[in-house]
């Protein structure tokens, strides 16, 4: 790929020809194992990627206009946040709800940018799939012995295996003796990154984020949450599927996913088109994989991910149409044709600068507001903007003190 991914389907025409891929889909290209999505494989997801400054984010547009509005006022009131803001012109310390973030925030800032990209991706062919679960076959079929004894033996033997008549989980290669460790083979390193924990950077980049994110949440008791656990979602396709962890999301107790997360110890800039393709693979699964309820015809920012980038935070909003689902499931009909899911890039807002951040900080409540009344709506109850159980400053000013005298 070039140093600009597709924003318009003009540019993604003429990469696709480029590609010599006018009559492909994701459904019939191979889909090669790997931990980095190619750029064939990246032009068949349909994605398109606009970048905005976040100056220039329509809350409207985008599906947060009211939830906003609410955002702005109660923030007025909120007195860890007003601290935080006025600590970024003062050499007064944040004591508030807000303080840890601002540690790790400043954490962040000395974290050195020529570090390597990380991936969070992995792609498995149909090929792969079944290699792996015969190797696990093999290796238990290898451990049995076919020898005639000499005598009978001393304790009852064991049931007979059901191996190959009962259910898919039987054939997890768990049920057979781990491997030493000297003798294992974990593949290519990125698919070694995967399976073990993040480096000390972006662990920094991503407890830094969802401390933020959560102090908007903390003190208005709401029934959603940024969590850290890196979500996994996958998307199966004929030839393969993608399989992508997040970083963290916002969900409730349900397991609802309203957000995603997504963070890399470098700035953007250094690594945008890996990271962009990235992000298109796992907004892609999400979408696969967590699917939109009946009747839904389009979406314009109702599922977003936000990612942060050694110290800078960007937004993305995901539009598509019912068109793109259709696409994904390979259920379009002979007439149709398939869309595109444009991602919207907004920032980055720098978490060094408090005029940026006082700016993201009533975007970021009203993306917590928006999942609360999704919430409490899925669980057959309804909910408005005005709801005074959330912007009740007494409760604000309650759970502060709780949580400072904790």
């Known amino acids: 790929m070039a140093t600009k991914l597709p924003g318009d389907q ?10 010599k891929a006018e009559n492909k889909t994701i459904h019939n290209i191979p889909l090669t194992s790997a931990s980095t999505i190619s750029d064939e494989q990246y032009l068949m997801l349909r994605v398109l990627w606009k970048e905005h400054q976040f100056d220039k984010l329509d809350v409207v547009k985008f599906g947060l206009g009211e939830w906003n509005s609410q955002a702005v006022e ?167 599927h993608f ?20 963070v890399k110890p470098m700035l953007r800039e250094r690594e ?22 009946d009747g839904f015809l389009s979406s314009c920012g109702l599922r977003v991910l936000v990612s942060q980038d050694r110290h800078e935070i960007f937004l993305t909003f995901a539009d598509y149409g019912f068109d793109y689902v259709k696409y994904l499931n390979n259920t379009l009909g002979p007439d149709e044709k398939p869309g595109f899911l444009t991602m919207h890039q907004f920032g980055p807002w720098d978490t060094t600068r408090g005029g940026d951040m006082k700016q993201l900080g009533s975007i970021l409540l009203a993306l917590a507001l928006r999942a609360r009344a999704n919430h409490v709506n899925n669980s057959g109850v309804q909910a408005s903007a ?21």
């Open 386 to 406: 005005s709801s005074s159980s959330v912007v009740s400053g007494g409760l604000e000013v309650e759970a502060v003190r709780r949580l400072s005298a904790s």
């Open 74 to 240: 109660m923030l007025k009131t909120y007195s860890s946040w007003t601290q935080y803001c006025n600590s970024f012109s003062s050499d007064v310390e944040n004591e508030g709800i807000f303080a840890l973030a601002q540690f790790y925030q400043k954490q962040v800032a000395l974290i050195p940018d020529d570090l390597p990209f990380r991936s969070n991706l992995i792609i498995s062919s149909v090929a792969h799939h079944i290699r792996s679960r015969m190797r696990g076959l093999v290796s238990g079929i290898q451990k049995l012995s076919f020898e005639t004894p000499t005598k009978p033996p001393s304790t009852p033997p064991n049931p007979p295996s059901t191996l190959g008549r009962g259910s898919e989980e039987e054939l997890d290669d768990s049920t057979f003796e781990e491997t030493p460790p000297g003798q294992r083979s974990y593949g290519p390193k990125e698919l070694l990154d995967l399976s073990y924990p993040r480096t000390k950077d972006e662990q920094i980049v991503n407890t830094a984020l969802v401390d933020l994110l959560n102090a908007f949440i903390i003190p208005y008791k709401l029934p959603v949450y940024w969590t850290l656990h890196r979500k996994q979602f996958i998307a199966t396709f004929e030839n393969g």
């Open 243 to 262: 399989e992508a962890r997040t970083d963290g999301c916002l969900e409730d107790r349900r397991s609802e996913t309203y957000a995603i997360v997504e």
């Open 10 to 19: 003009g540019a993604w025409d003429d990469k696709v020809k480029i590609e």
């Open 272 to 293: 945008s088109i890996r990271i962009q393709m990235q992000e298109s693979a796992e907004m892609v699964a999400w979408i696969k994989s967590d699917p939109d309820p």
